[in-house]
């Protein structure tokens, strides 16, 4: 069975300093790997996805995420926060061998204050 | 055009009574999914379409009927709903419905069951 778990409910950091939501995942087969942002009352917005290559993946509004198969870990980061970068974040696999459905994780709470 | 959209934004309805919340993307995505997310937790996948044809029924109760009219249109009929089915319920897109296709959510449809 493939999981994610996304450690910490909730992240708080000033403006203008690095940010790192982390993300740890359990598949059977290669991972497929996802992060979503949720703004308050919005849809889910697609930021970047992991799925082979290079381990650091660009994404949408300067993120980033670096894949580390050793620790089965997937951590978005951006070096430098904006208050508009707070948000609820998911972190999400998919098992490349059991191609079913799109796990989430809880959810991390971001709050960037001025 | 790159959004799902989903009507109506919000929905207040009694448990006696019928309604059906609408998708639809125009970016030419054959797999398509319903999703219902409660506060500050992660989306519940409830079914998914693929190529029109419903792929996945995650045992969803039967007063919930989704239809695919066609490869752009979702629609989620609602029946005798219960105060717990009060949610947010996302409509989302994907090229396929393989592992490696990040989906596209609309904005929801806040549902109210008084």
């Known amino acids: 069975a493939q999981s994610v778990a996304q450690p910490e409910d909730q992240v708080n950091v000033a403006e203008g300093n690095p940010l790192t939501v982390k993300c740890t995942y359990s598949v059977s087969g290669n991972p497929y790997l996802f992060w979503y942002v949720q703004y308050p009352n919005r849809g889910l917005q697609f930021l970047l996805k992991y799925i082979t290559g290079d381990n650091l993946v660009k994404g949408s509004y300067g993120f980033e995420a670096e894949f580390n198969k050793s620790q089965t870990s997937f951590h978005l980061k951006k070096p430098s926060a904006l208050v508009s970068d707070s948000a609820l974040y998911f972190c999400a696999v998919r098992d490349g061998a059991n191609d079913y459905k799109l796990s989430f994780g809880a959810g991390t709470t971001v709050t960037v204050r001025a | 055009d790159t959004e799902v959209t989903q009507t109506p934004k919000h929905l207040v309805m009694g448990m006696t009574n019928k309604k059906s919340l609408k998708c639809e993307q125009h970016?030419?995505?054959?797999?398509m999914y319903w999703y219902k997310q409660k506060a500050k937790k992660p989306p519940e996948l409830m079914f998914v379409?693929?190529?029109?044809?419903?792929?996945i029924n995650e045992s969803v109760p039967s007063r919930f009927s989704p239809e695919c009219p066609n490869s752009s249109l979702l629609n989620l009929h609602l029946h005798a709903l219960q105060p717990e089915d009060s949610a947010l319920y996302l409509c989302a897109s994907s090229h396929e419905e393989g592992s490696y296709n990040e989906q596209f959510f609309g904005p929801g449809t806040r549902l109210t069951v008084l």
């Open positions: 970016m030419g995505h054959r797999a």
């Open positions: 379409y693929s190529y029109e044809k419903l792929s």
